[in-house]
C-alpha cells in the first residue's frame, strides 16, 4: 500500500493517504465472484468446504500412523492430502498478500488483514453465523491501516468515528494475523480499565472466541488452552516426563508470539519492546483516574520505536464520549497526528497518522425509512455502498429532534459525528459560548474552504527600528496569521508612501519616568483597535503551557458597510491574530509595537504582566498604551482610576469581556477569519482564563473596540481668555466690554 507497485494503480483514501493497489490477477479464476451475473457479484463468505473437513480428518488419521514410522526412522515423510494442501495455501496466501472478488461488475482489492477479517474473524452476533460484512468505508480502513504498517516514517494510527461500526473487531482481527504467523511477535491490549476492558472484553470476550473458531491450519502451537484469562501464548505446551524428551522446540515448531491484556495507565508498559499495541476506546479513558492517552502515548512510542527505527506499530480506535472524561486528552493526539503537517524528515508530530471515519458513511441499514412523509430507499446496499446523502437525512433528523437541547445534541454529535469537529464537539452545559455556532464554523473553514481565509507572516523593520513597518509571507516559520489589509498593500510598491499603514506621528513629550524625549503617537485609532494577553516567561517555563496573544480588530466602517446585512460587513471584525511562544521575550514585546506602528493604533493590553508595558514605555511607544482612563466617555467604566495601562484580569474584566464575545460570537461567528482563536473559545474556562491565551486577547480587543473616543486635556481658564466673545443679550449681538476697552 505504501511503496509503488509495478502495473499497480494509486488511489486516495481518507485524509490524503496515497495507497497503491496491487494489479488484480490475470488468472480470473483467483477473483472470487468472477463470471458471476452482476446483481449476484457481492462479498459472500465462503465457509471451509465439507470436503476439506471430511479428506483432512483422514489426512490427521493417514499422519498419526506415519508420525510412529517418521519416528522411528522407517519413513522420512508423513501423508499429506493434495486438495487439502492446495486449499491451505490459497488461504494462506489470501491472509498474507491479500485477495480479490468482483463487487457489482468492480475487481475490489482486499487486504490481507481485511480478507482475514471477513472470512475467519467470527464474532458474537446472529447475523451472517457471525462474521462481518463487506463495506467500502471498513475497506479503505484496512488500506490505510496497511499503509501505516509498511511505511516506516508512520508508527501506526488512530481512527475516530461513530459507535457500533466494528472499529475494535478490525483492530482485535489485525492484531490476531499478525500475532498467530509471525515469529517473536508481542502484542500487548490497552483499555480504558484493566478488568472489565483489557481482560475481560478484548481478551476474554472477543480475542478466544475468534482464536477458538479458527480453522486449525491457521491456529499455531499454543500453551494457553481453550480458555485463557489474560494472555494468549504461542509456543509449544510444556510436557513433563519421559515424553518431553522427544518434544523439540524452536523457530520451525513454534511462534514464541504472545497476545496479552496490559494495565491502561501511564508507564504501564515503560520499557517494553513490543510488535503491537492496541489501544482501545482512546476517547473514553479518563485522565483523572485511569490515564492521559497523550502522555501515555509518549511511553508507548518507545515500545515501537527503538533506536531511531521503527520495530512495531500503535493501534488506537474511539469513538469519544465526554470531552473532560477523555475527550480532551484524545483531541490533542489527533492534533499532533495530521498527516498534512510533517517536520523536515516526513514524521508527524506524534509519529503516528490520524484517520476519521464519519457517520456519513457507516449508516449499514437495508431497510427503506420515511422522512417528513417522503419514501426514501436503504442508505446501503448489498454491495456494501453507503449513500452519504440519505445517511445525512437520518442523522439530521436524530440531530433535530433535540436541537433545543444543546447538551444533548452535543452527546449525539459526538456519538455520530459527520466530520472531525463533531466528533470532538464541546459538551454546551461546560461552556459559556454556543459550542453550536463556534463548532460548525471552525469545520467551515478547516474541512470546507479551500484555502484557509488568512495568510501565514511576519512583520518587519523597513529601516530603522521603531520606524515604518512592512509584511512578509512566510507559510512555515509565520508568526502572524494575517486576514485582511488595506487596497494599498498590493497597490504600492514603497512602504514609505502608504496613507493608511504606518500612519503614526511623533513629537517632543515627557515620558511615564518625566524625562524629555521624543514619543511616537498613533494616527489611526478611530480605525483599528489591538488587545493582548502577555505572558511571563520566567513564570511558565514549559513552552506547551502557556503562549503569548495579540489581535487586531477593524471597527466598523460605514463608508465600506452601510446598508449591508451583518453578514456581509466587511469590518467590524478581527484581521489577525498572534498565537505564539517565542524562546526570546524580546521577540514577542516586538511583534506586537511592530502590529501597533503598522496599523497606527493602540494597545490594550491584559497587565497582570508588566513587561510588555516596560517594552512600550522604555522605547517611546507609551502613547500606543490604551489607558482605562480612556475609557470615560464609552461603556467600560472599570478600573477607571488607575494610572496604568491595559486591565487587570479581575473577575469583573473577565465578566465584561466574555459578555463582548458572547455578542461576536452570536452575531459575527461567521465572518470570524481564525481557527485556532475559535478553537481557544472552544475551551474557554472562564474560571481559569489562563489557559486560554487567545480568548483573553480577543476579549480585550473586544473591549478596546467600544473606546469611543479619549477624553481630552481640559485647559485652565474660560474662552474669553484665548478667543474674542460677543455679548448676544440684545437682538443685535455686541463686542463684550472687555473687547471694547481694549
Known amino acids: ?95 498474507t498478500w491479500g485477495a480479490w472478488f468482483m463487487n457489482e461488475g468492480d475487481p475490489t482489492y482486499l487486504t490481507g488483514h481485511n480478507y482475514f477479517y471477513l472470512a475467519y474473524c467470527k464474532a458474537d452476533h446472529k447475523e451472517n453465523d ?16 496497511q499503509w501505516c504498517e509498511e511505511n516506516p516514517l508512520s508508527l501506526g494510527y488512530m481512527m475516530i468515528g461513530p459507535r457500533g ?49 479458527l480453522p486449525k491450519f491457521f491456529k499455531p502451537e499454543f500453551a494457553h488452552g481453550t480458555n485463557p484469562q489474560e494472555s494468549l501464548i504461542f509456543s509449544r505446551p510444556a510436557i513433563k516426563g519421559k515424553l518431553g524428551k522427544s518434544v523439540e522446540f524452536g523457530p520451525d515448531l513454534e511462534l514464541k508470539s504472545v497476545m496479552f491484556a496490559a494495565m491502561p495507565g501511564e508507564k504501564a508498559l515503560d520499557g517494553e519492546t513490543l510488535g503491537e499495541i492496541f489501544e482501545s476506546e482512546i476517547g473514553k479513558t479518563n485522565p483523572k483516574t485511569v490515564a492521559d492517552i497523550d502522555v501515555r502515548h509518549g511511553v508507548n512510542v518507545k515500545c515501537v520505536f527503538r533506536n531511531h527505527r521503527k520495530v512495531g506499530l500503535l493501534r488506537k480506535e474511539s469513538t469519544v464520549e465526554e470531552m473532560n472524561e477523555g475527550g480532551d486528552e484524545c483531541h490533542k493526539l489527533w492534533k499532533k497526528s495530521d498527516p498534512k503537517d510533517l517536520d523536515a524528515t516526513g514524521w508527524t508530530k506524534s509519529k503516528i497518522h490520524r484517520h476519521f471515519v464519519s457517520a456519513l458513511d457507516t449508516d449499514t441499514s437495508l431497510n427503506p425509512f420515511k ?54 464537539i464541546k459538551d454546551q452545559s461546560k461552556s459559556i459560548f454556543n459550542v453550536m455556532l463556534l463548532s460548525n464554523r471552525l469545520e467551515r473553514i478547516r474541512n470546507h474552504m479551500p484555502k484557509p481565509p488568512y495568510v501565514r507572516g511576519n512583520l518587519y523593520w523597513v529601516k530603522d527600528k521603531f520606524g515604518p513597518v512592512w509584511w512578509e509571507r512566510d507559510d512555515h516559520a509565520g508568526r502572524f496569521n494575517w486576514a485582511w489589509f488595506p487596497d494599498e498593500f498590493s497597490q504600492i510598491k514603497e512602504p514609505d508612501k502608504a496613507k493608511i499603514l504606518n500612519n503614526f ?12 524625549r521624543q514619543l511616537k503617537f498613533p494616527k489611526n485609532d478611530h480605525i483599528f483597535r489591538i488587545g493582548s494577553d502577555p505572558i511571563k516567561y520566567s513564570k511558565t517555563k514549559d513552552p506547551r503551557a502557556s503562549k503569548a496573544a495579540v489581535h487586531g480588530f477593524r471597527l466598523y466602517d460605514g463608508m465600506a458597510d452601510y446598508g449591508k446585512e451583518k453578514k456581509d460587513w466587511n469590518s467590524h471584525n478581527f484581521i489577525f491574530e498572534y498565537i505564539n511562544r517565542p524562546e526570546d521575550p524580546e521577540t514577542t514585546f516586538e511583534d506586537t509595537a511592530m502590529a501597533c506602528l503598522f496599523l497606527g493604533c493602540k494597545l490594550l493590553p491584559e497587565r497582570n504582566v508588566p513587561s510588555l508595558n516596560d517594552y512600550f514605555e522604555s522605547n517611546g511607544l507609551e502613547k500606543f498604551l490604551a489607558y482605562p482612563r480612556d475609557f470615560i466617555a464609552s461603556p467600560v467604566d472599570i478600573q477607571i482610576k488607575s494610572d496604568d495601562a491595559g486591565y487587570a484580569s479581575t473577575s469583573e474584566v473577565i465578566d465584561y469581556y466574555t459578555r463582548r464575545l458572547i455578542s461576536f ?3 459575527h461567528i461567521d465572518r470570524m477569519p481564525f481557527d485556532n482563536t475559535i478553537e481557544d473559545w472552544l475551551n474557554f474556562d472562564s474560571t481559569n482564563p489562563t489557559k486560554s491565551d487567545a480568548t483573553v486577547s480577543s476579549g480585550f480587543t ?23 466673545t460677543y455679548d448676544n443679550s440684545t437682538v443685535n449681538g455686541r463686542f463684550t466690554e472687555q473687547q471694547e476697552t481694549r
Request: glycine share 6%; hydrophobic share 35%; aromatic share 14%.
Open 505 to 516: 506621528g511623533e513629537e517632543w513629550g515627557y515620558d511615564i519616568k518625566g524625562f524629555s
Open 665 to 667: 460570537i452570536n452575531n
Open 1 to 95: 500500500m505504501y511503496y509503488p507497485i509495478v502495473n499497480g494503480s494509486k488511489i486516495t483514501v481518507g485524509e490524503g493517504f496515497q495507497c497503491w493497489i496491487p494489479p488484480a490477477p490475470k488468472d480470473t479464476s483467483q477473483i472470487i465472484n468472477y463470471g458471476l451475473p452482476i446483481e449476484e457479484q457481492y462479498w459472500k463468505r465462503e465457509p471451509v468446504p465439507k470436503w476439506f473437513i471430511e479428506r483432512s480428518l483422514e489426512e490427521e488419521y493417514k499422519q498419526s500412523l506415519d508420525l510412529e514410522l517418521v519416528l522411528a526412522g522407517k519413513k522420512k515423510f508423513m501423508f499429506v492430502d493434495p486438495m487439502c494442501e492446495r486449499f491451505r495455501r490459497r488461504e494462506w496466501h489470501r491472509r
Open 165 to 213: 461500526t466494528g472499529k475494535s473487531a478490525e483492530e482485535i482481527a489485525c492484531i490476531t494475523n499478525n500475532a498467530t504467523m509471525k515469529h517473536f511477535h508481542r502484542v500487548a491490549l490497552q483499555g480504558k480499565h484493566f478488568d472489565d476492558d483489557s481482560k475481560k472484553i478484548m481478551i476474554q470476550s472477543k480475542v478466544v472466541p475468534l482464536f477458538n473458531a
Open 702 to 724: 473586544l473591549v478596546h473596540a467600544e473606546k469611543i473616543a479619549e477624553i481630552e486635556q481640559m485647559v485652565e481658564g474660560g474662552l474669553s481668555d484665548w478667543f474674542e
Open 371 to 424: 422522512s417528513n412523509g417522503v419514501d426514501y430507499a436503504a442508505p446501503c446496499n448489498k454491495y456494501g455502498k453507503v449513500d452519504r446523502t440519505l445517511s445525512a437525512i437520518k442523522i439530521q433528523n436524530d440531530f433535530d429532534a433535540v436541537k433545543t437541547d444543546l447538551k444533548e445534541l452535543s452527546s449525539r454529535m459526538r456519538k455520530s459525528p459527520r466530520n472531525p469537529t463533531e466528533a470532538f
Open 130 to 145: 457471525g462474521y462481518p460484512f463487506y463495506y467500502e468505508f471498513s475497506r479503505d480502513n484496512f488500506y490505510i491501516r
